[in-house]
């Protein structure tokens, strides 16, 4: 409701500004067209400042509650990195660039670091025999990477915060792209949060389980895997598989709330700038009415004494 209030705010804004062009001032008629549209003005710049204090607010309730659930989440991945590695240096065929994004915008510019992140990534390990392709999560990156990444592009999944975020709804996502996706490394692309008005864009890369056991064998740096033995009637092969299934669960939810929590701590420093910048419109236009409207009247005085006095005359 916020958004289209400020798009119809926007177009009334348009609007004043075409007649404002229009007008000339020559005539007292068109002087008072000119204080109308100024106060016109004023009226709209209002709306937009009230709408965007309001959408401050909106989503400085929403950080709060999302924030504490994104540090949480944190301890999910945290031993899977200590077990496997995080090594996104590693040299694989089948890249998966996973990219997080939002479904709303006037968020500032996270959306558009992920995207670029992304490109550089995919454009980084392409090769002749090299397969790079993507997966999106939220609309704004959906709708910049179909505009010259639309054959690579292997799912889209968009609206992930209708509903409020949990590790189950997530994990079914996570499900969806192991079945529908072939990779070597998924390379999962987000926006770690650091603060209201800073976050990090972080890249957090997980091994499929063939990759993890042929790093392991050839001496790669994976973590504390190889301190442990496996019991039981599982092979190692079967201990891998479910745990990097897992993994890849545990650091997508992490990487959904990251970026969730920096796309309102965004978007409330967006709103904060937009409703400064507003009220230093409305200062200006104040000042300019204020001054066409005493323009008017010293007009109107001086019409009043120079008839005066050619009645005097």
């Not at 007649?19 to 068109?30: I, K």
């Not at 031993?79 to 660039?97: H, Q, W």
């Not at 949990?166 to 603060?195: G, H, M, P």
């Amino acid at each position: 409701m916020a958004m289209a209030a400020l798009r119809r705010e926007g177009r009334r804004f348009a609007v004043l500004n075409i007649l404002r062009s229009s007008e000339e001032p020559v005539s007292s008629g068109v002087r008072y067209i000119s204080t109308q549209v100024v106060r016109n003005r004023m009226k709209s710049v209002k709306n937009i400042q009230k709408i965007t204090k309001a959408m401050k607010m909106v989503a400085a309730s929403k950080l709060r509650a999302i924030q504490t659930r994104a540090e949480n989440s944190r301890g999910l991945w945290q031993p899977f990195t200590a077990l496997l590695g995080d090594t996104p240096s590693v040299d694989v065929k089948r890249n998966v660039i996973i990219t997080v994004s939002s479904d709303k915008g006037l968020c500032g510019g996270i959306n558009s670091t992920s995207v670029r992140i992304s490109r550089a990534l995919h454009k980084l390990n392409s090769g002749p025999e090299k397969e790079n392709k993507y997966v999106v999560l939220g609309e704004k990156a959906k709708v910049q990477l179909v505009r010259d990444s639309k054959k690579d592009i292997e799912l889209i999944m968009t609206e992930l915060q209708k509903n409020p975020l949990n590790y189950t709804q997530v994990s079914v996502i996570a499900d969806d792209i192991l079945k529908n996706v072939e990779f070597d490394a998924l390379r999962i692309i987000y926006n770690k949060f650091q603060s209201v008005v800073s976050f990090l864009p972080t890249v957090s890369t997980v091994l499929s389980p063939e990759v993890v056991e042929r790093e392991a064998e050839s001496g790669g740096k994976l973590g504390d895997l190889d301190s442990y033995e496996v019991e039981g009637a599982e092979t190692k092969a079967e201990v891998l598989q479910n745990l990097s299934e897992f993994q890849f669960s545990c650091v997508l939810f992490n990487a959904v709330l990251e970026n969730a929590t920096s796309e309102q701590g965004a978007r409330m420093s967006a709103m904060d700038s937009s409703s400064r910048n507003a009220g230093d419109m409305l200062d200006r236009l104040t000042l300019t009415y204020n001054r066409t409207r005493q323009a008017s009247i010293t007009t109107e005085l001086i019409e009043i004494i120079s008839g005066a006095s050619a009645l005097e005359g």
